[in-house]
């Protein structure tokens, strides 16, 4: 999944939630703290945006990162086409 592929309306309502929680920050800053929030909410739902279970190994580089490494290394169009997703206590 990447961050494209997530609905309007799923991004619109967190940028809200967030937005009202950056409410009582000085108005020059709320706009920012709502984005980089955004930003921490696609590390958790978009998997090319999560850094890669094996941190040390890859250097803290996210699975999209990684992707375009090995594209860049074979030469080829390298796409993730489906994984699953596990969370504990769910």
Request: glycine content about 6%; charged content about 40%; hydrophobic content about 35%.
């Amino acid at each position: 999944m990447r961050t494209d592929d997530i609905p309007d309306e799923a991004r619109d309502a967190e940028l809200r939630i967030f937005e009202q929680e950056a409410a009582d920050k000085p108005e020059n800053v709320r706009e920012k703290i709502a984005q980089g929030k955004l930003a921490k909410w696609y590390e958790t739902v978009v998997l090319l945006e999560q850094p890669h279970v094996n941190g040390d190994k890859y250097d803290g580089k996210t699975i999209g990162q990684l992707q375009d490494d090995v594209a860049a290394k074979t030469g080829e169009n390298v796409v993730v086409r489906r994984f699953e997703r596990f969370a504990i206590g769910e």
